[in-house]
């Protein structure tokens, strides 16, 4: 059976965004941010080497009202703004679908899941195995026996699928998956600012739905339900009505494609090469053979163990390698330090830190980090005199390039190893996990063991000890290259201590003082709401750009003219 794979754009690219690489804003040397996309395309390569569908798409929402505002004109009123950092890489995912030849289907006025809706139906007429791969359970009405459910999910810190059929949607919650919409329609959605009847959670809604098959037949039969639950049925009956209307997936949207015009195609690999390049998605480039080396330098292979120290023997050992090279290649966290030493390519990680206090406080010995600012910090709270902290990984990048407002060791790496650390994190199965999410219609995910999250952590501070001494090497050939070196060794390292000094004795404060101003401004600050709320005639939220907004320049009708000149109409 041929199959046809959806995917749900906004969903896959929020889910890569924010859990599957985490924190770790990757980003181009010109501050293009980009983790969202390598997170989407690495769940994607995934998904279709698996499934190899004959069909593919993915649809994305469109801006602008959909005509579940028109129904409903708070309908995803309190969702927050997609962050410019994710907003700007929208653009460059769907270049990047493009050259790969995969079909982007958006329609003004829909929404993704009605797209994905219309499109599975399409598929189900030709008897199609149809996948749909989303984080939104929204999507679990659409499944029948042609159409499943493909959920990404964390679990034991690595990213897993897990397929959603009728039967598992009838062994989970006792229900089809189309009853699933009478159940949003009483319980709503938060998250979509779907009301409900208000007071009914997940659980009454199964049940009521279970007994009563049905909105309607919990209509027909309120007279059986008592107490408190029958006042709030009886008092929002048109609330649950619309709720199952807003949270219903149309799957008859036009949208101007058929199954046919969706085949799976050949990438235009050339154009997919230099966008890539572009990325730095080096990984990518290898794993599709796009090109025979990368001409932008000799690639690191990387072959490093990583494993906890376990003996004082080993201890010493380390040490003396230290002394002998002269140099600590090192990445220091809150409760333990990893240490890379070249002598036998291993990285070790330790709970004591003070076990090389000699080491640390050595002056001959140069000490190569991330972040040693904060390094300093960590250590003279642990009674370590610290010297010779000169080689930050970090401010070398800044010195490179003072263009972008963070340097990450993921982007240190890729920028000048062309080492994604995060792909290689990806392959050893020691992904970072995402936040967990406990609603019925959002994704769900699994939380790893302590000793799980302990050996990710062990491998990826080993890795970074490891990528500070190849960044090392790079780095200083790049400072002198271009005649930066000296400002690196002579001003920026010694005033990193400088700072450092300054931040750990602090500066002293008159602690009554200070509280007495801050009385002072608080009577200011009372005083100017009071005045705003004065001017507007109604109480809002100021901090609050959107309310802030509507007051201003729909109620008060302000607007900019030249010279910034502020105009108010009359009203």
């Known amino acids: 059976m041929k199959k046809l794979l959806l995917i749900d754009g906004n969903s896959i690219v929020n889910r890569a965004f924010y859990g599957i690489m985490g924190n770790k804003m990757l980003m181009t040397s010109d501050g293009t941010y980009t983790n969202a996309v390598y997170g989407f395309l690495s769940i994607l390569f995934r998904i279709v080497e698996d499934l190899n569908p004959e069909y593919l798409a993915v649809a994305f929402d469109l801006k602008g009202p959909t005509k579940r505002h028109e129904l409903y004109k ?15 890489q929208l653009p460059i995912l ?12 958006e329609q003004q006025g829909y929404e993704a899941d009605d797209i994905i809706g219309t499109l599975a139906k399409k598929g189900e007429e030709k008897e199609l195995e149809t996948i749909i791969l989303t984080g939104d359970k929204d999507s679990f009405q659409l499944i029948s026996n ?25 062994e989970e919650y006792g229900l089809t998956p189309t009853d699933l919409i009478e159940v949003k329609g009483l319980m709503g959605d938060s998250s979509d600012n779907i009301p409900g009847i208000p007071g009914v959670g997940e659980k009454t809604a199964l049940t009521l739905i279970k007994d009563y098959k049905s909105i309607d037949g919990v209509y027909e039969n309120i007279e059986e339900i008592k107490g408190k639950l029958k006042e709030k049925l009886a008092e929002n009956k048109e609330l649950a009505y619309l709720s199952k209307e807003l949270g219903t997936i149309d799957t008859d949207v036009p949208v101007n494609k058929e199954i046919e015009d969706i085949e799976v195609q050949e990438w235009d690999k050339v154009q ?103 390094d300093y910090m960590l ?10 902290l000169m080689f930050d990984v970090e401010i070398a990048g800044y010195i490179l390039n003072s263009n972008i407002n963070k340097y990450p060791l993921e982007y240190l790496s890729n920028e000048y190893l062309n080492f994604d650390i995060e792909g290689y994190m990806a392959d050893m199965g020691a992904e970072e996990k995402p936040e967990a999410q406990m609603n019925l219609f959002d994704a769900v995910v699994e939380d ?36 930066v070196l000296e400002l690196f060794e002579k001003i920026e390292m010694p005033l990193s201590e400088v700072l450092a000094n300054m931040q750990h004795l602090g500066i002293h404060v008159d602690k009554e003082e200070l ?34 907004g509507e007051v201003l320049f729909e109620k008060l009708r302000i607007t900019f003219r030249k010279e910034n000149e502020i105009r108010i109409f009359n009203r």
């Open 448 to 483: 790893s063991s302590d000793a799980e999250i302990l050996e990710r952590d062990i491998l990826k501070h080993g890795i970074y000890a490891y990528v500070i001494k190849e960044l090392h090497e790079i780095l200083i050939k790049k400072m002198e290259e271009e005649n």
């Open 272 to 374: 997919v090469l230099e966008i890539f390049k572009n990325l730095k998605f080096n990984r990518f480039i290898d794993r599709f053979n796009l090109e025979e080396g990368i001409s932008s330098g000799e690639k690191v292979k990387i072959e490093v163990e990583c494993k906890r120290i376990e003996t004082d023997e080993e201890t010493k050992q380390i040490k003396e390698a230290i002394n002998k090279d002269k140099k600590i290649y090192y990445y220091l966290s809150n409760e333990e330090i990893s240490i890379f030493i070249p002598e036998n390519n291993k990285s070790y990680c330790s709970k004591n830190i003070s076990d090389f206090k000699e080491i640390f406080e050595n002056k001959d010995i140069l000490k190569c980090g991330y972040k040693q600012k904060e």
């Open 94 to 105: 769907k270049e990047v679908l493009q050259a790969m030849n995969i079909h982007i289907v």
């Open 146 to 170: 042609h159409i499943k459910v493909r959920m990404p999910r964390t679990k034991a810190g690595k990213t897993e699928t897990e397929d959603y059929t009728t039967e598992k949607i009838l």
């Open 515 to 548: 509280k007495t101003y801050g009385t002072i401004l608080k009577e200011r600050l009372d005083k100017l709401t009071e005045e705003i709320y004065g001017l507007t005639d109604e109480e809002f939220n100021i901090n609050s750009p959107k309310q802030l």
């Open 74 to 88: 708070e309908y995803k009123a309190t969702r927050k703004g997609m962050p410019d950092e994710l907003a700007s």
């Open 379 to 388: 250590l003279k709270g642990q009674g370590i005199e610290v010297d010779n």
